[in-house]
């Protein structure tokens, strides 16, 4: 029994680390631009597409090593475009249903040129590994998984450094805690904002790389990605990119401990729960919601 729990704790934060990189770029986006951007999961879906097709050219670890850079640059692309395109005209509207409708529109649309363009058969992503599984005792799991773990901490952990120590990454967390005065003392907004969706979009393509490496690829796989990625964003903190991080491996964790011990079939409803009664108690999120 133990062994099990703890098996479903490590398997739980693996999944988690992918839920966190891929609701950080959400966090951020929302952080700074107050966009509710529904259709980020789909720039997951994107990223993991590029990493499929990159794969079939340049295979083993040279591809899967690839297509991370190229998802990485290919999605954050994307984001500019679709920045610049589509919501950087709807911020100085007065309310925020025009931003909601659209990236929902946008939802729609991507998945179903996915479809078109791809079509509906699931993929998946070859093991460079081999299907190789590494023992730790009592717990084991498979080195792929272990890898996806170690580099979406290793991105979280460059991001960290980059918002901190970097002259630009210090320029969006003080966009993010005051627009207003960030403005005042000469930061260009426009340009952070198309760095920040860049940025951000580009995590959600790095997530999709992982997440189609651990699960499958499909043209509609971004809604799962965008619902875990909002659980997780509002369960940290609107905007806290810090609580972003932690509320990932939470909900990983009790998915995977929920479908184990209660059921699989309501395995994706287990997060909903949690929101619920951390926002009951605490309105603002675990973390705390990041200043406007």
Not at 35 to 54: C, E, P, Q, R, T
Not at 105 to 134: H, K, W, Y
Not at 196 to 224: C, D, E, H, K, Q
Request: include cysteine; hydrophobic fraction near 55%; aromatic fraction near 10%.
């Amino acid at each position: 029994m133990e062994s099990l729990f703890l098996q479903q704790v490590v398997n739980g934060l693996i999944v988690g680390s992918v839920y966190s990189l891929i609701a950080v770029g959400l966090t951020m986006i929302f952080g700074v631009m107050r966009i509710s951007n529904f259709a980020h999961g789909d720039f997951s879906m994107v990223g993991a597409y590029i990493a499929v097709f990159l794969l079939a050219w340049v295979p083993g670890w040279m591809g899967w090593v690839g297509s991370l850079l190229a998802a990485a640059a290919g999605v954050g692309l994307l984001g500019i475009l679709v920045e610049r395109g589509v919501f950087r005209p709807l911020l100085t509207r007065w309310t925020d249903l025009d931003q909601i409708m659209v990236s929902i529109g946008l939802f729609i649309l991507m998945e179903n040129l996915a479809q078109l363009f791809f079509g509906a058969t699931p993929r998946t992503l070859s093991d460079p590994f081999g299907g190789v599984t590494v023992n730790m005792g009592l717990v084991s799991t498979s080195a792929m998984r272990l890898l996806c773990f170690a580099m979406a901490m290793v991105i979280i952990i460059v991001l960290e450094v980059y918002l901190n120590r970097a002259r630009m990454g210090v320029a969006i967390q003080a966009t993010a805690q005051n627009r207003t005065a960030a403005q005042l003392m000469g930061i260009n907004i426009n340009l952070i904002y198309a760095v920040t969706f860049a940025l951000g979009s580009a995590l959600a393509g790095l997530g999709g790389v992982l997440y189609g490496t651990l699960f499958a690829i499909y043209p509609t796989m971004g809604a799962i990605p965008t619902l875990k990625a909002f659980v997780v964003t509002i369960l940290g903190g609107m905007g806290n990119i810090r609580g972003a991080i932690f509320s990932g491996f939470i909900l990983g964790v009790a998915e995977t401990l929920g479908g184990t011990y209660i059921s699989m079939e309501y395995k994706h409803a287990i997060g909903f729960v949690i929101i619920i009664l951390v926002l009951l108690i605490i309105p603002n999120g675990l973390f705390g919601r990041s200043e406007k």
